[in-house]
């Protein structure tokens, strides 16, 4: 039986491959998840809900994919903070992209390394261009990286963290000349607009410049924006 066209096929056809890519991850994770259960597979109920739902590929992963693709083809590589199951990697892969996924919880990190292994065999763009490496940011981040031609993506980033910890992760990406953030999901979840008012503050006192939103079309799940770092 083939896999039902997803509901963002339309607005998204201009992503190659996007529509059968989200089918294979389906059918694997759909496999992975009976034989290991939600928390074994490392889906957890976060990705297990969207599998349940036919929305495995959210709409804020479309968007970031498409407009790094539309806008961003002068980097080298882009590195992603929080990568989860790899599902941005795999997308900016398949348009050309090479994406390095982080993440640190080792479940999704080994159900992010089998899925790509999986996928490289039909796909060679993702076997060429996409990487997925259990670990903490920057530690983990692979020799040869050339952070001058790097752009950082943090697409959904929350995790429990002491405030120096922040600072700290701020201070690293000032070190990389273009970062994109959600606002509303970055190191939290800030849901109300004096919590991104207030991160907005910390970033700029960190030293970068008033963060950019990005134009798209379309409005964004959250409050994407664009931070260049003072040269």
Known sequence: MPAPIPPWADEFSDLSGAVELAA???????????RLGVDGSGLYNFYAQRLASGQLF?????????????????FETFVEVGCGIGQLPLLMALQGQTC????????????A?????????????????ARVMYGT??????????????????????????????????????TYPLCIIDL????????????????????????????TPLGTSRA?????????RRR
């Open 24 to 34: 294979d991850c389906t059918a694997f994770l759909e496999e992975r998840q009976s």
């Open 58 to 74: 959210a709409l804020y992963d479309l968007r970031l994919a498409r407009f790094c693709a539309d806008r961003l083809r002068g």
């Open 184 to 211: 509303s999901r970055f190191l939290k979840l800030r849901p109300d607009a004096q919590q991104r008012r207030e991160l907005v503050d910390l970033l700029e006192a960190q030293g970068f410049d008033k963060p």
């Open 113 to 129: 390394g089998d899925l790509k292994l999986y996928l490289s065999q039909r796909y060679p763009l993702i076997a060429a261009n």
């Open 137 to 174: 940011f920057p530690a983990q981040l692979p020799e040869g990286v050339n952070k001058a031609k790097t752009a950082l993506l943090c697409n959904f980033l929350a995790f429990t963290h002491t405030a120096e910890q922040e600072r700290a992760f701020i201070r690293e990406m000032y």
């Open 100 to 111: 390095i996924g982080i993440e640190n919880d080792w479940k999704r990190a080994a159900c």
């Open 220 to 228: 964004w799940d959250g409050e994407f924006v664009a931070l260049m």
